[in-house]
């Protein structure tokens, strides 16, 4: 692993290079060749580039998903010959005289890696180790967060680059002094010691220290275990994993902000699901302020009114870049809050960056700008809960598990002031339903009434017979479905189509 400023900007024009060979090629061979070789590279240079080959490796992109997969638990570690020397350094003696055995073969993350072992006393360990020059090498990959980010939202296109960086470098300062993930570690042991299924491993103090941290050892299983168990344990661990996130998040304020698929274990003990989470080097905490500002823009969401403007600001969103597209926020925030409203959460249906994309047009990059650095570490959360239930499989209403946390704040939510300068500013001004009637010899046959986003699923709504009639007059649905996004989801006729004596109209009220 380079750390030199010279070694890492060496290995990053590859990379670029493999980058550039994915952009370009038309030869699906070729560019999943690039794409290997490019995870490859990535694992060996850990640090920040390792991190963000985990973020694509939760893409919905399936052939994304696998090829970066490996860095979760499968990049290659040190040997252990190097390791060792770390340890004993760490605590001052022979590593016989801590450990009965270890596993020399180590799990590799990407600023360190855990080996299983068993202490003198018989208790079976993890033993994470950092590697060395790391401090070295995250200050290089921070010079180079530009290109880093390129493939998960390229933060060069007029981002506040340095606010990034002094996020970036506070949270990795924390995740390089392993005392103070220790104390995350504890917080959220203590803050999900009440929520059912959740494990979280306990730090054993007497052998941590800034470069090394020893926890309990938890087994547990990647996501893909999951689906070969029964539904019912995989809604009710669904249910377990929703209910965890939103306690810790909207009552103690933590944010455990590294779910990439390494971090996450699941496991069957008889009948009772449970949830494993390591890692807790990136733990963010939510001020109080934020923290009910983000229910309230749920709240709203769900209730379909106030002007999200305000709310949006005291989430940290700057006011001057957000006011020239103020009409479009309603909109964006049903879709960002879809699946409090009844939607799902899964990404395959959810589509937020189509739809965001649609509604925003040329102005989404206005929108993103807009945002405050440190939300970057509430989004991976949040992406890391639908990720992880996707992949379950197993329905869960977001609606139901986040209503008690909405009624313990009504109070609270009820005080703070959304009210709309103007009718087209608020949520009340949006359909609230998706209308489809048929008539046929002048009678009506069908009448049909949905939520107002499904408008974004017509393709499945309608039948076959008027798609094709669509088609045949020169029309597509996605026009009609992109039309209705662009004008915010408000009340409007689609269309109508007439045909073999039977009148179809749909319009959002």
């Known amino acids: 692993m380079p750390s030199s400023t010279l070694g890492r900007a060496v290995a990053y024009a590859d990379m670029a290079r493999q980058m550039h060979r994915i952009k370009k090629s038309t030869d699906e061979v070729r560019a999943e060749r690039a794409r290997a070789l490019l995870a490859q590279r ?91 020059d790391m401090d070295r090498a995250v200050a290089n990959d921070l010079r180079m967060l530009g290109w880093l980010s390129k493939p998960v939202g390229d933060l060069r296109r007029g981002f506040d680059m340095n ?56 087994p547990g299983d990647s996501i893909d275990a999951v689906a070969n168990w029964p539904d019912s344990q995989r809604r009710l661990l669904g249910r377990r994993l929703l209910n965890g996130f939103f306690h810790s998040l909207f009552r103690t304020s933590l944010v455990h902000a590294d779910p990439n698929p390494g971090n996450y274990r699941f496991r069957l003990v008889g009948n009772d699901p449970q949830i494993v989470l390591y890692d807790y080097g990136c733990v963010h905490r939510l001020s109080p302020e934020k923290r009910l500002m983000l229910l309230k823009l749920i709240a709203m969401t769900v209730e379909q009114q106030g002007d999200p403007f305000k709310v949006l600001v005291g989430l940290g969103f700057n006011g001057e870049l957000l006011e020239p597209l103020r009409e479009k926020l309603p909109a964006v925030c049903r879709v960002l809050c879809a699946p409090f409203a009844g939607g799902s959460g899964d990404d395959s249906t959810w589509r937020l960056g189509e739809r965001i994309g649609d509604i925003l047009g040329s102005d989404r990059w206005n929108f993103r700008i807009a945002g405050p650095p440190d939300l970057i570490w509430l989004l991976r959360a949040f992406r890391g809960a639908a990720y992880y239930l996707s992949r379950m499989d197993a329905y869960v209403s977001w609606e139901f598990a986040i209503r008690p946390f909405l009624t313990e704040r009504a109070i609270e939510l009820a005080a703070i002031d959304v009210s709309s300068p103007e009718p087209t500013c608020g949520l009340e001004g949006q359909a609230r339903h998706l209308r489809i009637r048929v008539r046929k010899d002048g009678r009506e046959k069908i009448s049909l009434t949905f939520p107002a986003l499904a408008v974004d699923d017509l393709e499945v709504l309608m039948e076959a017979d008027l798609r094709d009639k669509l088609k045949q007059d020169g029309l597509e649905l996605s026009q009609f479905v992109k039309r209705a996004r662009q004008e915010g989801y408000r009340p409007q006729s689609l269309f109508s189509l007439e045909g073999n004596n039977k009148l179809v109209d749909v319009w959002l009220e």
């Open 42 to 132: 990535m694992g060996r240079l850990r640090g920040l580039p390792q991190k963000v080959g985990q973020l694509l490796s939760m893409s919905d992109d399936d052939v994304r998903a696998d090829t970066f997969g490996d860095l979760n638990d499968h990049a290659e570690p040190l040997p252990f010959d190097d390791v060792q020397p770390l340890l004993e350094a760490a605590w001052g003696k022979p590593l016989e005289d801590v450990v009965a055995e270890i596993d020399p073969h180590g799990l590799a993350a990407s600023l360190g890696q855990v080996h299983r072992a068993v202490l003198k006393d018989g208790r079976e360990v993890a033993i994470k180790v950092q590697y060395p």
């Open 163 to 218: 606010g990034y960086r002094v996020e970036l470098r506070r949270d990795l300062d924390e995740e390089l002094d392993y005392r103070t993930e220790a104390n995350h570690q504890r917080a959220l042991r203590q803050t999900l010691v009440g929520c059912d299924g959740w494990v979280v491993p306990d730090v054993i103090d007497e052998l941590s220290t800034e470069k090394v941290l020893v926890t309990t050892w938890e």
